[in-house]
Structure formats: C-alpha cells, structure tokens
C-alpha cells in the first residue's frame, strides 16, 4: 500500500492545553464497539458538552478545519487508537504540537497521520494566527519541514525516519513486517525463551 | 546512548533488522490482547488477507467490559456482549488461548500473565493497553501500542520502533510504615512531571526497588507510562525467580536452570552505561494522593493544594483547570476532603498483597456512613486467594462490597461508574476528567490501604493514623 504524505493543506483549529489526555480526546464509553466507525462524534464529547459550544471543535469557524494545532504532552494516557481515530473521523490530517505522547504520535504514524512538533512559542503564534483568521490557508511540508500560514512560515520538526516514511508512503509497516516473515522465525529462533515456554500448550 | 542496559541487551536480541524507515524491526516474545483493541485488528488483517503468524505467543482475556456483579452471559449490556463474542470468534478462528470468564484464569491482562507465569524476564512483551509497562517488573521490556500496531504484531509478531532512550530511576533505603510502591511511583512522576519520560524507557533501580516485592515492582512499572516513559522494568533477581517459580508456564526441570543462568546474563551491567540518572531517597517519600487531572498533580498527605506560583509556569495553566474541575482551592488541606466513593481494584493495585494491605486497614472497623466501597480483585485466581484467606469476609464485615474479577471503576466501560460530581478516592493510575464513567466525576488516586483508610473515616485521611 504507498500513500505518500508530503504536504497537508487546509485551515487550522487551534486547541489550547497541556497534557489533553485520551480520555478527553475520547471518552471510555466510546470505546464499546468493535469498529471504529462514528467515533468522530465523541470527539472531546465532555469537554465540549461542558463548553457549551465554545470548544474549538464545535465553534463554527472552525468547522471542516483539517490542521490540529496543539500544546504540550498532547495525547497522554491510553494506548486506545480509539483517540487518533476520532481525531481522524473528524476530518484532521496533521497534527502540530509542543511534544505528544508516545503512544498516540506512533498511533498517529500508523495511520498514516502526521504529528509535527514546534517550540512552544511557535505554537503559540500558530495557535494565534488561525484564531485571528480561521479562513487563512495552512500549509504543512514534510519535505521543507515548514508550516505556514498565509504570509508567516516557521519550522517543523518530525523524527527523520518517520518523515521519510510519509513522504516514501510507507508509513503502514505491516506489509513490510510480513515480508520479512523469514527473518522474523531466525531471529525467534535464536531466543532461549520460545523454547520452553509453548503458551499453546495449555 | 544508554550501553550494557537490560534494555539495550533485550532490544538487540529481538531486532529482526532495520526498515527502511530506519525503524527497528522488533520481535515481541508474548502478545497479550483483549476485547477492547483487538477486534479492528483483527478486521484489518481479515481485509488484508493476513493470518496471526505466531498464535502460539498470543495470549487472550477479557476485562475491560466486564460486569463486577452479575456476570451471567449474555450481558445485560449488548455492546459488551458483542465485544466479548468477538474476541471469543477471534480467538478461536486464529488459534489463540483464551481465558474466559469462568476459566478459572481470567481477568485483567497485566494480573494474569504474571501469575500465570507468561511474563518472564528478558521478553519483549505488547498489549494494546498502555499499562503493559506492568510487565517490566520481571525485567521484560514491555510496551503498550495502538490497534494498527496490535494488527502488526498478530501477522508478523513483530513491531516496527524506533529505540528508547534510558533513564536510572534509582531510590534508594527503607519505606516508612504507611508508605507504599503507590506513593513511591506517584512521588516519581509528581517530581519528574507526566511528559518527563517521553522518549525514555525507565530502569527502576536501588535498594527500595530491590525490596520491594514482584507485586509491588508490579505497581510501579505499571504507572511508568503515567510519567511518560514508553516502559519501566526492574533488573531480575532472586526475588524475580521465586515469584516465578513453578508457576503454569514457567520453565520447568532442566530448562529452568537454563533461564535462570540466561535471565542473570541480561541484567543491566554493573558499569552499564544510562542516559540520564535521577537519585531519590525513600526516607522523604509519604502517602501521597492526587488533588488534580493528572497523575503528576500529587502530593503528600499532609500537604496543600499547590497555589499556582509554587508550580512551574508551564503547570500553571492544567492547575488552574484542575482547581475547577476538582473544586478544590490552591492552599487547601487535601487530608479531611470528604469523599463518596472508594474503589480498591484495578491493574496497578487489584492484586493479593494490595486486598491484603487493604483488609489490614478494614479489619475490624467499618466504613463510614454515607460511602460506597467496594472491592474488585484483579483476577479470579486473586479472588479465589483471597476468599482462602478470608479477606473477603473481612472486607463485607467492614461495609465493603466484594466484587467479581475485572478493571471495573478504573475507566469505567463497565456499569461500574461514578456519578455526577462524585469524588472517588481509588487505587486506580489515572485521574482524568471523566475516567471514571461521569464526565463532571473526580478522582483522587491513593494507595489500597489509603483508599481504605478513606473509607472508614470518609474522608482523605493518613494511614498512618490507623496502622
């Protein structure tokens, strides 16, 4: 499957905060199905219901807006794809943000959703610009490692690896680990572990 | 670079070979799966044409969904029923051992497999649920991931990572009487911060870690990926090896002997190289409970609410957030916080010596007026210990309710929830908004003999006053 991600370009919705968990992102409840259809609804359900319209992914101005543009830690807690996923059924395509956590920026990777990092004042400014202008035109390069927005343009950073994986389109790695199936048994073969312990066996 | 590591020693014998993204092509020794991030995954690989490539290293059970009380199929719940019948097609179309309710052997994914032996050092372990750091305490390099990747390890048995940084978290000297593996990780990451690990894998090491037992490096690990590190781990020692062994699927006979020779060769070198080192002294660490919205948000018993200047500026903005979401105020006592529910159980402290340490706390006394307390053993064999010993008798006598094995109140994707504006005081590992089922709901993490403790005074209150 090659899907490259060289470039995203949209509108931006600016969401402020430190360390937004994934519970918030996308509350337990949601989480009782064995799809990840209709996610997009519950996206920040609580929060937005407790804003009574004011959050960002509700306000108008902000609808089909395609760049998140997030603060510190974004994305801690579960490791429940549940949360990227609703990011994504919601319409985003990239992420920009202080720093992410872990598990949710190789969530992301995996789905083939880019989350870029900027310092903190950088964020800031984005955030800033597109609440003064939502109409104003956001473009994200993975290959110059830019972002810009109308007239103002700053750096992006994303780890080399997954970067060359967004722009080669081979961010989904499950067709690369089957191909090495062969590799993958030799490598198994050599653990002392697989031998005396057959899980199947039970 | 970190060098002589169990973490670098671990990684380097499980990597298949570098992507061409540069990734590390790693081998997963045992897959753990369960019903809430598996069946997209196995959906993937049915569209995919793919088939699990090592059912033999996939091990299933369920938790998160079920019911604490009447577990009698099908669910009262049809979503929860459905999740369930999926991951029992799953399974049995692909192979894979299931522990099912009723199994003997079910319940909550990072209970079990240590105590059915499946954990063992030297492994690399996944699970799609974030808490499979658990593991580490077996000296396991174990990671939580994401369902795309929970479909990568079920057809390749392989994850595509980029390598951890690591970090000597070292405490060292006694505990004092009331202060448990709880407040030990809690003070860790209210001292490192929830994002101070990103990018780490975390070495838990030093005397006190050294003493503590598997159960208990168990709940320490089990909170690694709350201060943002990727996994945790304790180096294997004697203590490791007696928990082990002769459990179901431990090594037996001759083969025993070879994974003890084998586990001691992977320990971290005594002149091994880390990235960083962080030094704590146990003396300085007390019961410690959150006041906030995030696990980092804690402090001692007998402390204050953090006013917003004491906190770095970066802090400032989520603890002003925390302050209304908690309606608690900068500058007050957290001990005499009333309280109205308090739930013992969970994957960082629904195991035997925590119901043990808990019932110590509720022996004897009751629960106060006005609270609902339960309690809800990590697994059925926890339970069935427990029973044996007659815990739960000791826990129903003080006024708690003795519950059925599962994750329960932790997050709540059960009918056991908070409601409302209900303040909980929990043996859980997050405090997010809305974790425990009501989106206005709070929770204040704690240790089981705090949370027991809260119980009977009905409030927050210091264990130490009823040791």
Known sequence: MVSEVKTVSGRGIPLVGNDIDTDRIIPAR???????????????????????????????????????????????????????????????????????????????????????????????QLQKLVAANPQASVTVNLETLQVQIDNYTAPVAIGEGTRSTFISGTWDACGQLVANASQVRKTSAKLPY???GNIAAS | ?????????????????????????????????????????????????????????????????????????????????????ALENNCQENNITFYNIGSGSQGIVHVIAPELGLTQPGMTIACGDSHTSSHGAFGAIAFGIGTSQVRDV??????????????????????????????????IIRTLGVKGGVGYGYEFAGTTFEQMNMEERMTVCNMAIEGGARCGYVNPDRVTYDYLKGRDFAPKGADWDKAVAWWDSIKSDVDAQYDDVVVFDAAEISPTVTWGITPGQGIGVNQSVPQPEELLEEDRFIAEEAYRYMDLYPGQPIKGTKIDVCFIGSCTNGRISDLREAAKIAKGRHVAEGIKAFVVPG????????????L????QEAGFEWREPGCSMCLAMNPDKLQGRQISASSSNRNFKGRQGSSSGRTLLMSPAMVATAAIKGEVSDVRELL
């Open chain 1, 30 to 124: 949601y989480l009782k199905a064995v799809t990840f259809d209709g996610l997009g609804e519950g996206a920040f359900i609580d929060d937005r219901t407790a804003l009574k319209g004011e959050h960002p992914f509700d306000q108008p101005q902000y609808q089909g807006a395609n760049i998140l543009i997030v603060n510190r830690n974004f994305g801690c807690g579960s490791s429940r794809e549940h949360a990227p996923q609703a990011i994504a059924k919601w319409g985003i395509q990239a992420l920009i943000g202080e720093s992410f956590a872990e598990i949710f920026f190789g969530n992301c990777v995996a789905m083939g959703i880019p989350c870029l990092t900027a310092d903190a004042a950088t964020v800031k």
């Open chain 2, 1 to 85: 670079m970190s060098k002589g590591t169990l973490f670098d020693k671990v990684w380097d014998l499980h990597t298949v070979g570098t992507l061409p993204s540069g990734l590390t092509q790693l081998f997963i020794g045992l897959h753990l799966i369960h019903e809430v991030t598996s069946p997209q995954a196995f959906a993937m690989l049915r569209e995919r044409g793919l088939k699990v490539l090592f059912p033999e290293r996939t091990v299933a059970t369920v938790d998160h969904i079920v019911p604490t009380e009447n577990q009698a199929r099908p669910f009262v719940d049809s979503l929860a029923e459905e999740m369930i019948q």
């Open chain 2, 379 to 390: 697994s059925e064999r926890v339970k069935q210990e427990a029973e044996t010993e007659g």
């Open chain 2, 392 to 395: 739960d008798k000791i826990f």
């Open chain 2, 154 to 187: 079920l057809a390749s048995q392989t994850l595509a990572l980029s390598k951890l940084k690591v970090r000597k978290i070292e405490v060292n000297g006694n505990l004092n009487p009331g202060v448990y593996a709880k407040d030990v990780i809690l003070h």
């Open chain 1, 194 to 196: 697989i031998g005396w």
